[in-house]
Nanobody
Framework: QVQLAESGGGLVQAGGSLRVSCVASGRSVSAYIMGWFRQTPEKEREFVARIKWNSGTANYADSVRGRFTISRDNTKNTVYLQMNSLSPEDTGVYYC???????????????RGQGTQVTVSS
């Protein structure tokens, strides 16, 4: 089993930056793909970014490419999502997930966190 705990969410003004973190515990995630998703009441949960833990290869949704950066720290078993140039459209609950397939679909992840709220004010 893998436990995931997100943190770092909060309220930020449009144009600002925020970094959310996800600490993995329990089973090793070194062979997994780590993903970030977000959801608002008005939208379905959507893929944001993912990273292969062992290689560091990252992929992004078109809506965040160039503004967001996903990274991981092996020593801390933590994956980060650095978010810059935030807009109100980035508001949502941000979820961390881990899985062996780890595509752009939520269902391809075996383990999920509880989420952290990010609110961007205009």
């Amino acid at each position: 089993q893998v436990q995931l705990a997100e943190s770092g969410g909060g309220l930020v003004q449009a144009g600002g930056s925020l970094r959310v973190s996800c600490v993995a515990s329990g089973r090793s995630v070194s062979a997994y793909i780590m993903g970030w998703f977000r959801q608002t009441p008005e939208k379905e949960r959507e893929f944001v970014a993912r990273i292969k833990w062992n290689s560091g290869t990252a992929n992004y949704a078109d809506s965040v490419r160039g503004r967001f950066t996903i990274s991981r720290d092996n020593t801390k078993n933590t994956v980060y999502l650095q978010m810059n140039s935030l807009s109100p459209e980035d508001t949502g609950v941000y979820y961390c997930a881990a899985g062996g397939v780890g595509g752009s679909l939520w269902s391809t992840y075996n383990y999920r966190g509880q989420g952290t709220q990010v609110t961007v004010s205009s």
